[in-house]
């Protein structure tokens, strides 16, 4: 065993766990991504302060390879937090610099390292899932870099044998040469790991919009739905991305806007806020904001009154501060 395989199996063992919270699952669960700015405790209290029930965050500075390890103060602040059970559903989303497709030695033994010690991160949170971008292949071809995000997958799982948290593989809007467009690419990299049991999937609807799955209507979205079920699996879905595009079908240009006022339209939002099967699932935004929130009260507002009008004329879109901005980050979006 490597010394650096001995210390990452050492971190995760460092917090004894304890009963997961169980909450209602009768609620609607959403939300949105939060910052951890102040320590990871202090998402927990934004996402309560507008009235989630589902969050989404990082567990380290996102634009960075890697951080200290969490304190034991730290982990229990997020654990023990008096409004934690106000959250139904906590997940965490990798950083924007791992890429598992990567050729570059260097760039590819971080991506490795981050990954596993973000996964680690995550597990001390008794959190059940890390939302990972697959990887890019950068020019070298669609199948060796499928085939790269499989070895990368199997090399980091077997560093963490016992850990919990699932890697939950988001489709992409395949921009550039970013993988994970196509529910066959997802599913390529699910049947071929040696443990798939441990790998989910979280749809972002601007990325299979922008990546060209018709969302037109109810009828389109049961279609995407269906082949979804075919082809991946229903039980896969762990979490919606629940975004707007501002760019049209089939552009692969992954850019988020706000809720009914980019290019996928209500019809698409309606359907996914009033399907059963989606209950349960967690759907949290990734839309532009500031530091008041104020955008993701009235995204969520909007997609609430969805499920009540049952019309797109009855819904009037909740006010959004003009102030709204995203933060572009190279080809990304980074939400502070």
């Given at each position: ?24 699952t ?15 405790h ?5 996402a ?18 890697f ?8 982990i ?13 559903s ?20 971080n ?49 963490l ?10 489709t ?10 196509t ?9 071929n ?40 699996g ?21 850019r ?9 339209g ?16 967690p ?8 530091k ?9 507002r ?12 009855a819904?009037?879109?909740?006010h ?17």
């Open positions: 065993m490597r010394n650096s395989d001995f210390g990452l199996k050492k971190l995760a063992n460092a917090v004894p766990r304890r009963s997961p919270i169980r909450n209602p009768s609620e609607i669960l959403l939300g949105a991504h939060m910052s951890i700015g102040g320590g990871v202090a998402a927990i209290e934004r309560c302060s507008i009235k989630c029930t589902a969050m989404q965050m990082f567990v380290k500075n996102n634009m960075q390879w951080a200290r390890p969490l304190t034991l103060g730290e229990r602040a997020f654990l023990d937090h008096t409004q934690r059970a106000e959250l139904v906590v997940f965490a989303h990798a950083n924007y610099l791992i890429n598992l497709a990567a050729t570059n030695p260097q760039f590819h033994a991506s490795i390292r981050a990954l596993s010690e973000e996964l680690i991160r995550a597990d001390q949170l008794e959190i059940p899932f890390l939302v990972l971008h697959p990887g890019a292949h950068l020019g070298v071809g669609e199948e060796f870099g499928l085939r790269k995000i499989v070895s990368s997958i199997d090399e980091v799982f077997a560093r044998p016992g850990l919990k948290t699932k890697i939950a593989l988001e992409t809007a395949g921009q550039g040469s970013c993988l994970g467009h529910f066959a690419q997802i599913a390529f990299i699910i049947s790991v040696r443990e798939p049991e441990r790998i989910r999937v979280c749809l972002d609807t601007a990325h299979v919009f922008a990546a060209g799955y018709d969302m037109t209507d109810a009828i389109a979205m049961k279609k995407m739905f269906a082949e979804f079920d075919r082809v991946i229903r039980d896969r879905l762990a979490a919606i991305h629940m975004n707007d595009s501002k760019t049209a079908s089939g552009s692969r240009v992954d988020h806007e706000h809720i009914g006022k980019g290019q996928i209500l019809a698409a939002f309606r359907f996914i806020m009033n399907e059963p099967r989606f209950r349960n699932i759907k949290v935004l990734e839309t532009p904001k500031g008041e929130l104020r955008e993701d009260v009235a995204n969520m909007t997609l609430r009154r969805l499920i009540r009008t049952g019309s797109d004329r819904a009037p879109r909740a959004l501060p003009k102030n709204g901005r995203s933060h572009q980050v190279g080809n990304k979006q980074k939400y502070r």
